[in-house]
């Protein structure tokens, strides 16, 4: 029972709704899905990488609109642009984001269907079993 009280609480609030991710909620989830994504262990850079993607994706979902430039982001991240530009880029190559240019500024904004899978493979099996049964049991 010890062992319970070191594992690392989950984020208070999602990263991917709400309000944007604090940084330590943003290392624990970098934690977690770093252990899911490589049994052999990321080196310590990858998760740093991992931490700042998930920072952007949720400041990006809490920015007005839902959208947000590079320049919206640097100073929240305390990161240069071309740094932001880059993990940006690789985010919008993942899917994850879509990237509308306008005049000389290009602007970032979630893909919900990619959101959404990416959330579903982080639900627990009881719990999407349990929101399926509450949206059955739903009679119109």
Excluded: F, N
């Amino acid at each position: 029972m010890a062992w319970e009280s070191r594992r690392p609480l989950p984020p208070a609030v999602s990263p991917l709704a709400g309000e944007p991710i604090k940084r330590a909620d943003a290392e624990r989830l970098a934690g977690v899905l770093k252990a899911v994504a490589d049994p052999a262990r990321l080196r310590l850079r990858l998760r740093l990488r991992l931490r700042l993607r998930l920072r952007l994706l949720s400041l990006i979902q809490a920015a007005p609109e839902g959208e947000a430039s590079v320049s919206d982001l640097t100073a929240p991240l305390g990161l240069s642009q071309p740094t932001v530009s880059h993990h940006l880029r690789i985010l919008t190559e993942a899917g994850l984001l879509e990237r509308e240019k306008r005049g000389v500024w290009a602007y970032y904004r979630l893909v919900p269907s990619a959101i959404a899978a990416l959330a579903e493979l982080l639900t627990p099996p009881r719990k999407r079993a349990s929101d399926q049964g509450d949206s059955l049991s739903v009679t119109g």
